[in-house]
Structures are given as C-alpha cells and as structure tokens.
C-alpha cells in the first residue's frame, strides 16, 4: 500500500535588536520584543491557528485515513508561550487526536551538528524533553535543522537512539534513483532514511500561486493525478514543507486553504494512497539499499547544500566565533546567558548573511529582516561582541587566553561602531579599491622618476666647465690623503717613542708612506674626475625629463 506523509515544520526565530539603538558592553538586552510579538501574533493569526484548525477537522471527518507530522523548534515553542499560548494549545489539541506526529531536532534550530556534538546532542535532548513535556509523546524520528544531513550526521543520529531520520531528496546524492523509498545510512544501516520529494513538495510551497507558472492553477484532483502518474512499486512520497506556506507565504486569497481542506478528499477517491507518520512507514517498509552523502546536504537553494548559511567568508567568521565562546558559556551559571546562547546558535541569523544572487538572492532576500547581508553580519557581530565581554566580566579566566579571544575579536569584527560595506566578493578587492592602489603606486613611481631628475638638473646649473670640476674634483680627493697622512706621522712618533727609535728612521718611514699615499692619490683623482663627469652628462639627460613631468 503507498503512503503519504505530510510534514509541516513550524519555527520562528527570535529577532534582535538594531545594533544602532544598544550600547555594547553596557546593555545587555538584544531582542526586539516589539518585533517579535508583533510578527508572531501576525503568522498566528493567518497561519498556525485557522491550518490548525482546518487539520483538527479533517482528522474528526476521516479519523485514523489522515495524519500529518510537525517538526516545532524549541525557539518557535519559547515565542509559543510568550506571546501566543492559544497557538500551543491548538498544537495541543491536534496531538491529543493520537493521528499527529512530533518530530525531534534541535532546540535552537542551530547548526550544531556541523561543529560541535555535545552541544548538538544537548539539544536534542531537550528539545525532545520538551516535546514530551506539551504534547505528551516522545518523538522517535529525527529532522535535523533544515534537513541537513550527511552520513556521518546519520550515525550519530542513530547512536543517540532514533531510528528513522527525514533528509533531503537531493538530486546529486540520489542519481537515478527514487525519493519514494526507504533508505538507510550508509555507515550504520540501522537507521532508516526517508526523503522529501522536492518537486511535489516546492510545487505547493513556491508555486502554488505562480500564474506564470505553466500548471497554474494547482488543483488537488491535478496533484492527486500527478501521484498516479508515480511508479505504482515506489512505497512513500514525503511532502514536506514550511507550515507559514498555509496563509503567510501563501495567501488565503491564492486558494490555499482550499487546497489543504479539499486533498484528503481526493486523495482517497481518485487513488490508492493513504496517508501515515514516519514512523509508520518505516515500522511498515524494509530499506532498499543505503544512502550515501559524503558532505552535509540540506533542502536549500539549487545546490541542496549548507552554503546558504556557510557559504562566505562573513557566515564562516560568525559561526567559527560563536562557538570558540561554547567553554566559557559551560563556565557559567546565569540563566541569561546560557538563554541568549542559545538564541545566538539558531541558523536564522547565518542565512541572512547570505551573498547568494539570482533566484536564490532573491529567496534569501524574501526572509531577511535586514537591509543587506552585511548589515546583519555587523548587528550579530556587534550581540556576540557584547556577549563575549559578559562572559569575561563573570567567569575568571587565564589572561593569555583572554588576550588572545580579544585579538581575535579584534581582527573578525573590528569597529564596528562605524558603518562599513564590505566587497561583495570576499576574495578580491574591488574595483574601486584596485583603481586606488594602482593611482597611489603610479603617483609614487613618478615621483621616484622625478625626483633624481630634478636633484641633477640642479647639480648642472651650479657646475662649472669640464677644467673646473676636474681641479675640485681632484684637489677634494687630494685632501682626503693629506688627512691619512697626518694620521700617518701621529701614528709614528707614538710608535717612535714607544720603542725608542730614532728619529731618522722614523723619518725614512714616515717619508715613505706619505710618498706611497701621494702617489695613490694621483691615482685615485682621475677616476673620481670622470665620475663627477658622468653624473653631468646625467643630468643634462634627465633635464628633459623635469620638464616633461612640468607638462
């Protein structure tokens, strides 16, 4: 029997505080409680309450024929309750029915599992803890944040003790093969891997209301007809997609609403599928064979990797810096910080540092806060920044290690209490800097040029005729002798008087050394002649040079 599986993931990220209207080091407080309240009472309102309410139905009409599962990030429950606790009690109800499923992930819906495993398995634990704690079960299936998963991630899920995890049908990992199936890790084949059929998925997500779209309008009897259309050996097809679509990303004027009331109907008139939870389909299916991905994978943009929150060196330096911070954090027993650290990891704030163009600039674009990837770089670097001198100012630590977090600090975020633009490329420097630099060294160039030039065109002004610098050039070298040569006789009579020579002899060697010097500084004249001469002959050829440089 061929399965369904809807998924809905359901979070929301708590906003921060403009760097602009916060004091680093003094105050504290980084959430834009305005901002948060106001955006989840929003999605409440068009979102979570009336698709809340819409499945409720469906499940008191078809009973046991319809299930759906959520995936609910710990930061989405902690606004739940702060500004929307009728929402978790819609969530409640609906786990109540015995026909939802909750899934595990992080609490924080951070990157963890790319860095750090204690910090990940920490979080999955209380993340499941909580999970159990609202709705009353304990989630057996993982999804990581943001579908990301590799086959290391995967045994480690399973050593935690899940036995089914939910990732990506990404194309470059799959190959020829189906998304329709079940799999397993390619290191540890006890765990189960189920993968989301982008297609069908994105089809009701992005394209939905797309009128250009060549399959506008999206009709449930035309998605029924298109699973028909499906291998008929292939065993499961994941739809998962974000619950905002029902309302917020999609617009009840688009129909959408419509669409989710109207599917279970046709589902089970016009095909043989039913619909299942994960756990379900795996407890019901054997794995066809392992899946491997060697590097980590997500369901983000067209490259179906983890660039959209690590992809430049800005996203790098952020993430890198926050977790240095995690020995400090452990150190501490404020419950403020271990609260604002974990707010700090959730990927939210990495994905707004994305560079990324095109279609996918343009995805990132639609969900960024701020006014530019660069923008949210210096507001999450300015919080960590704070963050880090709170945990200098309460744990005692090693000044060597203190002194070497603050250069670092110095060197990734600088001052940022100015306003920068950094160069888009990350690699390169730009244009306007290259044209810069590459003026500043022509300017010192010419100037190098110039300058030698000038200095000789001075020098052949004041000289005399060719006779007159010879005889200075030659009576300036002759001096230079007649000093040794007084050197010379002082030398002598020390050396006389010491051994008590006599005069004569120290004569006869005086009279030698000096005739021996003055015919050396004959010599040495000429040459020293001909090379003022040739410094003359350069500067009446360097004089044009000055004057070209004039023009």
Known sequence: MKTICLYFQVHQPFRFRRYRFFDIGHDHYYYDDYSNESIMHKVAQKCYLP????????????????????????????????YAPEVLESFTKLAKTGYVEFLAETYAHSLSSLINREEFEAQVTKHRETVKEIFGLTPTVF??????????????????????????????????????????????????????????????????????????????????????????????????????????????????????????????????????TPSEVTDRHQPIAAISAAYPISWADEERDISAWLGNELQQAAFNKLYSLRPL??????????????????????????????????????????????????????????????????????PAHLQKLQEEKEKIVGDFSKEITPDISFKTPSKTLKTKTMKKEATKAKKEQVAPAEKNAKTAEKAPAKKTVKKAAAKKTTAKPAAKKATAKKTAKKTTAKKAATKATAKKTTAKKTAAKKATSGKTAKPAAKKTVAKKTTAKKAAPKKTAAKK
């Not at 999206?218 to 905002?244: G, P, R």
């Not at 990303?249 to 095909?271: C, M, W, Y």
């Not at 404020?334 to 990891?345: A, S, Y």
């Open 51 to 82: 698709a809340n309410n819409i499945l409720y139905n469906l499940i008191k009409e078809y009973g046991s024929r319809f299930k759906v599962s959520f995936s609910i990030s710990g930061t989405a429950i902690d606004q739940f309750r702060l």
């Open 143 to 276: 999804r990581n944040t943001e579908l990301i998963y590799s086959d290391e991630i995967g045994a480690m899920i399973a050593e935690i003790g899940f036995k089914t995890m939910v990732t990506e049908g990404a194309k470059h990992i799959l190959g020829w093969k189906s998304p329709n199936y079940v799999y397993c890790n390619a290191i540890n084949p006890r765990l189960k891997v189920l993968l989301r059929n982008f297609k069908l998925s994105d089809d009701i997500s992005f394209r939905f209301s797309n009128k250009s779209w060549n399959e506008y309008p999206l009709t449930a009897d035309k998605y029924v007809a298109w699973l028909n259309a499906l291998d008929k050996k292939e065993q499961t097809v994941n739809i998962f997609m974000d619950y905002e679509t029902f309302g917020e990303h999609q617009d009840q004027n688009t129909g959408i609403f419509e669409f989710l009331k109207a599917l279970p109907r046709a589902v089970f008139s016009k095909s043989s599928y039913h619909f299942a």
């Open 329 to 398: 954090v452990l150190k501490s027993n404020e419950p403020q910080i271990r609260e604002d650290w974990k707010n700090l990891q959730t990927a939210d704030h990495f994905y707004y540092m994305s560079t990324k163009v095109l279609s996918d600039g343009e995805v990132h674009k639609y969900f960024n806060p701020y006014d530019s990837p660069y923008d949210a770089f210096i507001n999450y670097m300015n919080i960590l920044s704070d963050f880090e001198i709170r945990l200098k100012q309460e744990i005692p630590s090693d």
